[in-house]
């Protein structure tokens, strides 16, 4: 069973920096997509960044230019360097990824990571 297992987030005031990272492991399989999303009370889950195998990637337009993703294909992980963080950013984030396991393709969540940002 393929699990994502992340790391990081926690407490920092605003214009500080975070940095999640997310590891898949847990049978053989090959990575499509890998990215993180976040969800504030009260909110929708939505996409903050994801990165396709070929190293295209997608950004939320509030995030751009502030946060990068990053990935490690030969140990399965995914980072989310986080930057000039604003109050808004608050949220918990989750990283999630599209995997191919013996041609079928799967999505997975991780268990997710509050971020804290105090203005």
């Known amino acids: 069973q393929v699990q994502l297992v992340e790391s990081g987030g926690g407490l920092v005031q605003a214009g500080g920096s975070l940095r999640l990272s997310c590891a898949a492991s847990?049978?053989?399989?090959?990575?499509?997509?890998m990215g993180w999303y976040r969800q504030a009370p009260g909110k929708q889950r939505d996409l903050v960044a994801r990165?396709?195998?070929?190293?295209?990637?997608n950004y939320a337009d509030s995030v751009k230019g502030r946060f990068t993703i990053s990935r490690d294909n030969a140990k399965n992980t995914v980072s989310l360097q986080m930057n000039s963080l604003k109050p808004e950013d608050t949220a918990v984030y989750y990283c999630?990824?599209?995997?191919?396991?013996?041609?079928?393709?799967?999505?997975?969540w991780g268990q997710g990571t509050q971020v804290t940002v105090s203005s």
């Open positions: 999630h990824a599209n995997i191919d396991i013996t041609g079928y393709e799967y999505a997975y």
């Open positions: 847990g049978g053989t399989f090959s990575i499509i997509a």
């Open positions: 990165m396709i195998s070929g190293g295209s990637t």
